[in-house]
């Protein structure tokens, strides 16, 4: 693997680690702080609206400068807002208020950090020598592999330190992570001449990002749908399903077990898809993805015995790793590089409300009905959801667009050999002719 490549997909796992980090640590040091369980729920409620608008707004911002440099300045945002917290803590002593306004400044270095790293994919792609399935493959796996490590990070640290070294040390991986993405060229981040937007007003452009998501390729928005609805059957299962279940069963740190088989999983179908994305269909690794996911949920949401829930949340992993790198590439593909920033910052805006909004109707089912009537909701919403995608028209064409894309890459290389050749021919004569005179 090639310089470029390596270099994206470590300051890719050292911002997600920070951030991941972040969220475990931040709610219990402001606990520890205030001494007040509603302030921790009240600063993830002021900074979650915050976090939205950015992702939608900053799009824009994304679409119109270098993209490396919009991915340097968010983690340096996010770097900030945390290392400000012990400043102020040393000035003046901290309250809510300070970590309300700097979870504030910090969300507009999040998601809009996020859509940076994936509006450079292609470009990742194009200058590094690799597949993007291997590309999306590898991101999948060491995205499993942070789930892991950071909540177990954010515990040993929190052990160790106290909790404004825990911050200073949180915000130095996302310090490390922006100086690893200045070592990739400042041309790779480059956005294509003839693809920029900037003379129209940044409310049309944004406008013309939703176009094309909502009303353009069926595609975008039938993967859209698909992802918001994973999303919310995931995170109500391992947000409320399951802690409830093993709070009744008394087993409450069998939660954490769950969790580490499902990260397995998906680090090991991040890791096959890698090493085996270009063999085979893509419509059979869809269905693959699709149907796996489907036994995972549908297993996990029937809340068997111990054991059986975990082999449902290795499979859920497994498939999601398969899954979500096949549309990683076919984002990378399908996405008009013109409003890739506004397309995926919508996209992760919308993944930041679907959880919560997921998490509010598995406990309002919970109450009415236990934990198993929440988890057979979530099974049968994904069951319904899996079926329909493997019918939707925009979604069984996949093969022919990769077969497109392929032999536009063909056509525009044998394009340029034929102006190579061309401009080799021509030399030969200008040399010829000279010699002659």
Same mark, same amino acid.
């Given at each position: 693997?090639?310089?470029? *490549? ?17 969220? &475990? ?6 606990? $520890? ?28 911002? =994304?679409? /119109?400068? #270098? ?26 002593? %901290? #309250? ?30 194009? #200058? ?20 892991? =490590? ?16 825990? %911050? ?16 990739? *060229? ?51 299962? $391992? ?21 580490? !088989?499902?990260? !397995? ?39 068997? *015995?111990?054991?059986?829930?975990? !082999?449902?949340?290795? @499979? ?15 984002? =990378? ?8 920033? /506004? +397309?995926?910052?919508?996209? #992760? ?14 406990? %309002? ?5 236990? *934990? ?7 099974? &049968?919403?994904?069951? &319904?959801?899996?079926? +329909? ?7 069984? @064409? ?13 056509? &525009? ?7 190579? !050749? $061309?401009? +080799? ?5 200008? +040399?010829?002719?000279?010699? $002659? /005179?």
């Amino acid at each position: 693997m090639k310089r470029v *490549p390596l270099v994206y997909l470590a300051s890719y796992a050292l911002s997600l680690l920070g951030n991941s980090i972040a969220a &475990v640590a931040l709610p219990l040091i402001v606990l $520890q702080t205030t001494g007040s369980v509603l302030s921790a729920g009240i600063l993830s409620a002021a900074t979650a609206v915050p976090a939205f608008v950015a992702g939608l707004v900053m799009g824009v911002v =994304i679409d /119109r400068i #270098n993209r490396r440099t919009s991915s340097v300045i968010t983690d340096l945002i996010s770097a900030a807002s945390l290392a400000a917290l012990p400043l102020v803590d040393l000035v003046t002593g %901290l #309250n809510l208020g300070w970590f309300i306004l700097f979870g504030v400044i910090g969300a507009v270095g999040d998601v809009p950090g996020m859509t940076a790293r994936e509006a450079i994919l292609p470009a990742i792609v194009r #200058n590094g020598g690799i597949s993007a399935e291997r590309l999306m493959g590898v991101r999948e796996s060491l995205g499993a592999l942070v789930m892991v =490590i950071g909540p177990a990070a954010a515990g040993s640290l929190l052990v160790l330190f106290d909790g404004s070294m825990v %911050l200073w040390i949180t915000a130095g991986t996302s310090s490390v992570a922006a100086m690893l993405t200045l070592l990739i *060229p400042r041309d790779v981040g480059t956005i294509p001449a003839g693809t920029g937007a900037a003379t129209s007003s940044g409310r049309e452009q944004l406008r013309e990002g939703w176009r094309v998501l909502f009303r353009g390729d069926r595609f975008l928005l039938a993967v859209t749908v698909l992802n918001l609805v994973l999303v919310t059957v995931i995170v109500s299962l $391992q947000g409320i399903v399951l802690p409830v279940h093993f709070t009744l069963l008394d087993r409450p740190e069998m939660l954490g077990f769950v969790l580490t !088989a499902l990260a !397995a999983g998906t680090l090991v179908g991040g890791g096959l898809y890698a090493g085996l994305g270009t063999r085979g269909s893509r419509r059979a690794w869809f269905t693959t993805g699709m149907l796996g996911t489907a036994v995972g949920v549908g297993v996990i949401s029937a809340l068997p *015995p111990m054991w059986v829930v975990f !082999a449902g949340a290795f @499979t859920l992993g497994l498939s999601s790793g398969l899954f979500g790198s096949l549309l990683g590439v076919l984002m =990378i593909e399908r996405i008009p590089d013109a409003v890739r920033g /506004r +397309v995926m910052g919508t996209q #992760n805006s919308l993944m930041m409300i679907t959880g919560p909004v997921g998490i509010l109707a598995a406990a %309002l089912i919970g109450h009415l009905g236990g *934990p198993a009537a929440a988890g057979a909701t979530m099974g &049968v919403v994904w069951a &319904v959801t899996v079926l +329909v995608a493997l019918r939707v028209p925009a979604l069984r @064409t996949l093969d022919a667009q990769g077969a497109r894309d392929a032999q536009d890459t063909k056509d &525009v290389r044998d394009a340029q050999d034929v102006r190579d !050749a $061309q401009d +080799v021919r021509d030399t030969a004569r200008e +040399v010829t002719a000279r010699a $002659q /005179r």
